[in-house]
């Protein structure tokens, strides 16, 4: 087990070690030319070189961001180069010409890796490098390197792997039957099993492997969702674009203390911590991994057990980086992977952050917004919070109706119920019996209603149709870990 382990890792996908050189490109297909294809090559810092052209403003955003995603590796970006082109070429993608500039001002640099905005097919990363002579990466390894650099729980570093080595399996490659493996008696003469086979092989049994190991979590992470679910804990999940302030706020609104550094992909691992808003209501707040544009498909596959948090949740908080000059297509791209996800539907509360970086110009703008489903705060101030927390508490409570229940004096176990799964407005004492005035959620009615039915004065609409049987309730209620938002 830890040789086909030591094995796995020792195949990685191409790594961007600290320091290295690099020059991003990004080829851009459009419909027509009006004149010859526009090639910039240029330093980082934006400085034209001779023969150069600026990619239109609305692909500005998706170079600058490579060039972050690169820094975010650890990579030194000293240049880019941007083409425009109807078409695109199947051996080197933006050429033979424009590829044999590429190589020539990468050697004058001392370039040590070039990485492309696009999705290269195996054959033309193996083309690109037997050209340039450097290591060549495109957008999804990019991607996959940074997910490894910021793995650290074990779920984290299975999903990595996993996405990995299924990214690897097709762009593996030999020789032939070099180095094969030959048989031995008759029937087994001839060229045997090739090292490449070999190499497959054992990388289709690590993937079986790594795909039982991540089922186990996704069942464990359903027996959590199951217990939080019997406890009628809604989930709020935090979605938005990578570097959106996501983990900020999740600190201010938790006081916990997860990495919320000012880069591309911060946080990984999710988390998930128990909040109490002011009317008693206890939420399960979870902060998520961030979204990028061109998410790779493998990684949304991999990680499929820890975006189920999304899929179960009962309230999404979309979270904008409103400073950011590509703050709508952004937004649209965490939209389209919602709807992925299948999600497009789950209520939500939109948020724009880094209200402290814009100026007073925009933050007029947005003051006079009246759209009631979206809240501008700044996460780093607190700024805006209050409005926050009453945004997230109405939409939870969109469900909750008040009831009122006469149940036997010696019934403690179900005063316990309702006081732990709903919100007690007044209790009448009576020698035999206890009238309760309550709001609960339709949650709430679903899992404990089969008890409580008998005691209702007036009963829920479809409560005896909706209940299921409840597990033996727990006299404290759902063991949680209370906010300091409670005190704000």
Request: proline share 6%; aromatic share 4%.
């Amino acid at each position: 087990m830890s040789g086909r382990r030591s094995w796995a890792r020792s195949r990685p996908t191409r790594r961007v070690m600290a320091a290295e050189r690099a020059i991003v490109v990004s080829k851009q297909t459009i419909r027509r030319l009006p004149g010859r294809a526009s090639l910039r090559l240029a330093p980082a810092d934006r400085r034209p070189m001779p023969r150069a052209s600026s990619p239109p403003a609305e692909e500005e955003p998706l170079v600058e961001e490579l060039e972050e995603l690169a820094r975010s590796a650890g990579a030194d970006v000293i240049g880019r180069l941007v083409q425009r082109s109807p078409s695109t070429d199947p051996r080197y993608l933006i050429g033979s010409g424009k590829a044999a500039e590429l190589r020539d001002y990468a050697r004058r640099e001392s370039v040590d890796a070039v990485i492309f905005n696009n999705e290269l097919t195996p054959a033309q990363m193996h083309h690109l490098e037997a050209l340039l002579g450097i290591k060549v990466i495109d957008r999804t390894q990019l991607i996959l390197d940074i997910f490894a650099q910021r793995a650290r729980s074990r779920e984290g570093q299975l999903q990595v792997e996993l996405a990995q080595l299924r990214y690897l399996l097709p762009r593996l490659t030999g020789q032939g039957t070099v180095l094969s493996r030959l048989g031995g008696g008759i029937g087994t003469r001839g060229p045997g099993e090739t090292k490449l086979e070999v190499d497959r092989r054992r990388i289709r049994h690590r993937i079986r492997m790594l795909e039982r190991e991540i089922s186990g979590v996704a069942r464990t992470r359903s027996v959590h969702r199951e217990r939080r679910a019997r406890h009628a804990v809604p989930i709020v999940a935090l979605v938005g674009y990578t570097n959106a302030g996501k983990s900020t706020l999740f600190n201010a609104l938790t006081g916990a203390d997860v990495d919320a550094r000012d880069r591309l992909f911060a946080t990984l691992d999710p988390t998930i911590r128990y909040v109490a808003l002011p009317r008693k209501t206890t939420i399960a707040l979870s902060d998520t991994v961030g979204f990028v544009q061109q998410l790779p498909h493998a990684l949304v596959a991999a990680f499929k057990a820890t975006l189920e948090e999304v899929r179960h949740a009962q309230c999404l908080v979309h979270v904008i980086d409103r400073s950011h000059p590509a703050w709508r297509k952004q937004a649209a791209a965490v939209e389209r992977v919602l709807d992925e996800l299948g999600v497009a539907s789950t209520p939500r509360v939109t948020v724009y952050n880094k209200l402290d970086r814009l100026d007073e110009t925009a933050r007029r703008g947005l003051d006079v917004m009246t759209r009631s489903s979206v809240v501008t705060l700044s996460a780093t101030t607190g700024e805006g919070l209050p409005r926050l927390i009453e945004a997230i508490e109405t939409a939870v409570n969109a469900g909750i109706a008040s009831y009122r229940l006469r149940i036997p004096a010696e019934r403690g176990d179900l005063f316990a119920q309702l006081h732990a799964h709903g919100r007690v407005l007044r209790c009448a004492h009576r020698r035999t019996s206890v009238t309760m005035d309550v709001e609960l959620t339709d949650e709430a009615i679903r899992l404990w209603g089969g008890q409580w039915a008998p005691y209702f004065v007036e009963a829920p609409p479809g409560a005896a149709k909706k209940a299921t049987p409840a597990p033996s309730p727990s006299l404290h209620g759902p063991a949680v870990r209370k906010s300091a938002i409670t005190h704000r």
